[in-house]
Structures are given as C-alpha cells and as structure tokens.
C-alpha cells in the first residue's frame, strides 16, 4: 500500500515515513556487511574443514570450577594428524556461549570441527605460541590467566574452547586446524538460592573369588584361585586407590562383606591353586593387612551401607530365580551375614535396609524380591524410574513406591559421569568438568527450592575412574552451590511433590540388562548345591567348618559379578560343587570283595572311612539283600566315627539256601537321604554242606524204609483177615507205626518220631532251616 501511494504521488505519514527511513538504513547495513564478508567467505568454510587437522587434547583445567580471584590453568597437547606440517602455529582460549539445559552440556566434547558462530573469538593476548608441527608430532601447552580475564558477566555453565590457528603448506593462510572444548562452571560466590544436597555412593565391590576350597588342615587354609586380588589392595590398584581416595572425601561408602571377608582370609596364611594340583602359598598378607587397617581408620564416623553379601543380582533372582524353590531365601541369609561380616571386621554398625540393583534399574517384581530380605530403601536411577513426560527437571531423590518402601532415585547424568575409559587425561578432564556443570545446572533449574540429589557411579570403578570422581568431588569441596549428604539422610528427604512414583512393569526392563541375567538354570543349580549341603551337614560333630566356607560360595554364585560371563559363573559353580563333593565323598564305604558264608547264620562286616577331620554321628548303614529268602540280613546299623578313622560295622545274616546273593551296602543320613557311593557285592551261601546233604538223605531213605515197612505190614495183615483171624491177634497195632509198643528200637533224630505232630501243610522256608 505505500509503495502504491509513493507510486501516485501521495504523501506518508509521519510513522511511516520514519519506517521507511530505518529500513532504508538496515538494508544498507546489512549489504555493508555483507560486501565486506565475502571475500573472507571462503576461508571460513576452510577454518570448519581444516578443523581436524590438528588434535587438541585439553589433558587439565585447574581449578574446575574457579572464583573470582582465582588463575585458571588450562594445559594439555596439541598433535598434527595431517600428512602436511602447521607452521606458524599457536594455541588460544575462546569463551562460548552460556549454557542454558543439561542436554547443551551433554554434547560438549562431541563435535570437533570448528563453529565460528559458537565457538568465540579468541581472547587476546592469552595464546602460546607452538611454533612449526611436523605430522604425527605432539606438542604440550599451558595457559595460565586470571579469571577475570574470560570476561564472565553471569552464573551459570560456559563453554571454554582450546584451539590451534596456523598455517599449511597448500592454505598459507592463518586458520583454525583444530579445537577442543571443554565446561566451565561458574559461581564465584556462593548460590544465592539453596544448595543442593549432594549423596555420592563410593562403591567398594570386588570380583567375588573363593569356592569354598581349603587346605585339609585344622586351620582350613583357604585356596585362592589366583592372587589378583593382592595387585588390588597394593599401592596403586584399583582397591588401595579407592580406599586412599574416599578417605577424604564426603561420600557413604557402599560395600560388599564378601570383599571384607576375603580380604581377611588373605591375612593369614592362603594357598593359590597351580594348574597341575599342586598349590603354592599366597604371599598378600602384608597388603590385605595394610588395606583393611586403611579401609577401618577410613569410616570412622561414616556411614557405611553393606550390600547383601557376596552382592546377589537382584533382577536375576526377581526374573530367573524366584520360581526355584529355596533361592530367596539366599537373600535373606545374605543380608544377614552382611551385618555380622562389617561389623566383626570394621568394627562399625552398616546399614543393610538398603538394596541396590544393576545399574539402577527396577521394576515391580525387582522391588517386591529386594524388600523381602528387608530392604525398604531401593537405589534406582532416573533413567528406570522417569520422570512424567520426560521432564528435565531433577527432583529430590527419595519418593514413597507404596507398601512402606522408599525409592532413591539417583540422577543418572551425574551417575554415569565417570563410564568408559578415563585412562587418557583428557577423557578424565572432561568427565570431571562435565559433572561439575552438571551440578550447577541442576541447582539453577530451580535454586529456590532445596533438593537432594544422589549419585550412584557403577559397582566396579577403575583407578583412573575413582581418580576422576575424586577430583569432581574436590571441585565441590568449598559446597558454594552443593552441600554433602549421608544416603540415610537422603532416603528422609521431604519428596517432590511431582516427582515420579510410579514402578515400572517388568516389560519395561532394559533388554541389554536382561540378556546379562543369570540363567533359570544357574539358580536349579546352585540349589542342589545347597540341599547337598544341607544333607552333608546334618552328619558333622562341627558342621561350622563346612557350612561357612561353602555357604558363603553359593551365595557368590549369584552375585551381580557373573553377569555378560555365563561360562565364567557355570565354571565358578562347578568348581563349588567339585569340591564340596570331594569333601563328601572322605565319608564313604569301603569297597568290599564278594565273600563266601559257609555256615547257616554268620557275620557280615562293612568298613566304613571317615577322612575328614571332624567326625561323623547320626549316620545309619543299611544292609540289604537282593535275595531274603535265600540270605536274610540285619537291616541296618548306627555309624558314628570320629576324624581319619574308620569303622567296621557288623550285620548278623541267616542263610536259607545255596547260591549267590548280591548284597547293597549304603550309609543314609536319619531322614533317609543317601550319603556317599552305594557298595554292592556278592556273598556265596553254602551253609547246606556235603555232609549235611547225606545227613539229610540218609534221613529220607530212613523215612522211605520205615514207609515201606508199615506199608508191607498192612498188606499182610489185610491177607489174613479171610482166614479167620481176629483183630487183636496180630500183635502190630499201634506198635506198628514205629510208637513206643514196637519191637525196633527208638533211633535219635528219627524223623518219624515227630512226624505225627506236625502239620499236615508244606513246611516253609523257616521251618526247613530249623531240622
């Protein structure tokens, strides 16, 4: 419409003549600019592609988080990757943008190429000259400057970049070839709102290690598999740097028992098995001494939470383990020990009302398998536990989940800060930064209201990873926007109002954590351990010198250690139950040689070994014959034998006939459950000798005469009955039955004698044996 006026001559208005004016001058501004930028066009696309030729590692940033009168120190090395060499070389710094969400402080240290946009100007008159780079070549740098001087006007997280400008052989010309950026929180001051109270759980876990094993001494000499765990405890491995590290630093120590007490074991004399048998002694007392003094002067007046021991995998009982009947009840003996293995060698009261699954994920059959051993405090991470409609916002930790338990829901940026590997100094710098900025966000998100937040870092930090918590923590030491807390404190914190409580189902479960989980089968396993156990128990006079030792294995074989290594945990099973039947089988029978009973009743012994050093009682040994009517036995027989002697246990036997009978000797517990290989022989009967086969026939043939005899008799007498003959004139009646009237004399042991007062049925077994 003006252009139409202006075109017909028409007059504007004030207003827009004063429009048109401004526009006038933007437009030609804008066309300035531009005219002066474009030859300088293409060199700065050059600067965002030649930004990788050189690698800038920025290996320290002193201090992480500075004040106002402070001098920050920037140092690192810059490396040439280019087959060209960068001659006129120099190293800057450039402040970037302030930072305004968490997700912004996520991706710093991701990009390498130069961003003239983002990236800033260099800051003048704080650069270090490197001079010529020949390719592959490394050069170290250090700038030092005054906080002030970066030029810093509010609180908050700022990108700091390093970067190195010089020149190539094919582009003479100054530009970036490399940069590197890091964070710089900044709050010169304390906040102005309320801090954030800071739980940082320093997790003091280890691979789980002995099977129960042990030396046949009175003392149980314990054998290690190998002696890792010594290189652990000396200066500087993984364990001495943790325990010198925590020390001095504001965190709940998190511990698994297990690692207490295998530590201990190492103070006294310890064997290490050799591939061929033959063990050497270990040679860690002095370290394991040294590490557990250091680990108790550590957490005096601190509080320490202990893990069930041995660190059971709470998701792995909850969805593979909880439908095998008995394996609950691990956790709760676990939790148990736990409290008496802390107390008895750190001499401190722990905590044992906390559970803490893989990673800190959940779901509602993980909650209701941690609880049932007593833990109402479940340590989860927001990443399982999420906020509604994936808020930013970190809310306070601690929320109700229903049925009197406590979610403590870690931050999961902050928790998984110090993954990956940290051994270089430059990955470890901006780990460290980037949990710093991390902090300050949070407590920016809303400084006016007071949150606890909790971190929880993985089971099994590395040196260098430990080191780089400690330096994170240090940043905070002056808690100019954080203030430290105990877990138990944490888990009372009033809650957010909006914060999550609602548990995930257990489809919602990450696959990459289930596919770790031990196996259905791995639980049937390691309870037929345990009921081989329970069964071998129940016969020792001091069964404390089996049950611990083994007891305290099949409580490793679920811990979290074996997830992602199925071979590792079935080899670790195995080698459980090899070696507590090895220790069954010293309660055994003797094998016996087939034997020969020449007489109708004899004595039957079966020996029975004890190698062990403890005795035995409450055993029975049962006797049975595969052929009673043959050869009857005595059924069975107590057995009580004391250490490294053996028992010879008598059976009284009765033989019925002739033959071969196999015989099964097998030791049974007192609620009939079998102990040790059953032994099976042959006895030979032949208690119904020669003689007493002629005995016995010169006795029928006696029977068949006097048979014949009687029979002759009648027939005669029938034969003169015609001729007149009165009955009583015969003279044989009564007498001729062979009875006292009758002419033959009485011989002993004639059968006939009693024969008339037998009965008239067949004779048994029993009877026969009796003539």
Excluded at 18 to 45: C, D, E, K, N, Y
Excluded at 508 to 523: C, G, N, V, W
Excluded at 689 to 696: D, F, G, N, P
């Amino acid at each position: 419409m003006a252009e139409a006026a202006e075109f017909q001559g028409t007059t504007p208005a004030p207003a827009l003549r004063r429009f048109r004016h401004i526009a006038t001058v933007l437009t030609g501004l804008l066309v300035f600019l531009g005219m002066i930028q474009l030859p300088s066009a293409p060199a700065a696309r050059a600067d965002v592609g030649g930004s990788r030729t050189v690698g800038v590692s920025i290996d320290a940033l002193t201090p992480g988080a500075p004040t106002q009168n402070d001098k920050i120190t920037v140092s690192g090395t810059v490396t040439n990757k280019s087959r060209s060499t960068v001659t006129a070389g120099h190293v800057g710094l450039r402040v970037g943008p302030l930072l305004s969400t968490r997700s912004e402080i996520d991706d710093i240290g991701d990009r390498t190429s130069f961003s003239p946009g983002t990236d800033g100007a260099e800051l003048s008159g704080h650069t270090q000259k490197i001079g010529k780079l020949q390719p592959g070549v490394s050069r170290e740098f250090s700038l030092t400057l005054p906080t002030k001087d970066l030029n810093l006007d509010r609180d908050g997280v700022y990108q700091l970049g390093v970067s190195l400008s010089g020149q190539t052989a094919d582009q003479p010309y100054e530009r970036v070839l490399g940069i590197r950026r890091t964070l710089l929180p900044w709050q010169p001051s304390g906040t102005d709102g309320k801090k954030t109270k800071l739980t940082f759980l320093w997790p003091l876990i280890s691979s789980t290690r002995l099977t129960g094993r042990t030396e046949s001494d009175q003392q149980q000499t314990p054998v290690f598999p190998n002696d890792d765990l010594a290189a652990e405890l000396a200066p500087g491995g993984r364990l001495q740097q943790l325990v010198a590290l925590g020390k001095d630093l504001p965190v709940t120590w998190v511990i698994d028992p297990d690692l207490l007490a295998t530590v201990e074991a190492m103070t006294k004399r310890y064997q290490i098995a050799g591939p061929d048998g033959e063990d050497t002694p270990g040679e860690g007392q002095a370290v394991a001494k040294q590490w557990l003094g250091q680990l108790q002067s550590a957490v005096v007046n601190r509080q320490v939470v202990a893990l069930p021991f041995a660190d059971p995998d709470l998701a792995s009982l909850a969805h593979r383990g909880k439908n095998v009947p008995g394996t609950l009840g691990h956790l709760q003996s676990a939790t148990e020990l736990a409290a008496t293995t802390v107390d008895t060698i750190l001499q401190v009261k722990p905590r044992t009302d906390f559970a803490w699954p893989v990673d800190g994920a959940i779901d509602s059959s993980i909650v209701d398998v941690a609880t049932s051993a007593g833990a109402h405090n479940i340590i989860a991470r927001s990443d399982s536990l999420r906020e509604p409609d994936g808020s930013p916002y970190a809310p306070t930790a601690a929320r109700q989940i229903g049925g009197g338990n406590t979610a403590v829901v870690a931050d999961a940026r902050l928790s998984t800060a110090f993954e990956g590997d940290l051994t270089r100094a430059g990955d470890a710098s901006l780990a460290v930064q980037r949990f710093l900025a991390q902090s300050l966000m949070i407590n920016k998100q809303a400084p006016e209201n007071e949150r606890s937040i909790v971190v929880a870092p993985q089971r099994l930090p590395t040196t260098s990873q430990a080191q780089a918590m400690a330096a994170a923590l240090g940043g905070l030491s002056d808690s100019r926007w954080t203030q430290p807390l105990d877990l138990g404190d944490a888990a009372k914190a009033k809650p957010d109002p909006s914060a999550s409580r609602h548990v995930p189902g257990s489809g919602a479960y990450p696959d990459s954590l289930r596919s770790q989980e031990l196996s259905t089968e791995a639980f049937t396993a390691v309870q037929e351990t345990q009921n081989a156990l329970n069964n071998f128990k129940v016969i020792l006079t001091s069964p404390e010198r089996v049950v611990v030792p083994f007891g305290s294995a099949i409580m490793r074989e679920m811990s979290t250690s074996w997830r992602g290594d199925p071979a590792g945990a079935a080899d670790f099973r195995e080698e459980v139950t090899s070696n507590l039947t090895t220790l069954t089988q010293q309660v055994k029978l003797v094998d016996k040689s087939d034997a020969t009973l020449s007489g109708r009743s004899a004595t039957i012994p079966v020996t029975v070994k004890n190698g062990l050093l403890q005795g035995v009682t409450g055993l029975y040994l049962r006797l049975e014959s595969t052929q009673p009517n043959r050869l009857k036995v005595e059924s069975e027989q107590p057995v009580k034998i004391e250490g490294g002697h053996s028992q010879s246990v008598k059976f009284e036997t009765r033989a019925y006939a002739n033959g071969p009978v196999k015989l099964r000797a097998q030791l049974y517990t007192a609620d009939n459950q079998p102990v040790g290989e059953r032994v099976e022989f042959t006895v030979h009967v032949t208690s119904v000798t020669l003689m007493v086969l002629l005995v016995i026939a010169g006795g029928v043939f006696l029977l068949v005469l006097a048979g014949l005899r009687i029979y002759l008799k009648r027939r005669r007498s029938g034969n003169r009955e015609p001729s007149g003959d009165g009955p009583d004139t015969g003279g044989e009646g009564p007498s001729g039955d062979g009875g006292p009237g009758s002419d033959e004399p009485e011989r002993p042991g004639d059968p006939a004698t009693d024969a008339g007062t037998r009965s008239g049925r067949p004779s048994g077994p029993g009877e026969k044996v009796e003539r």
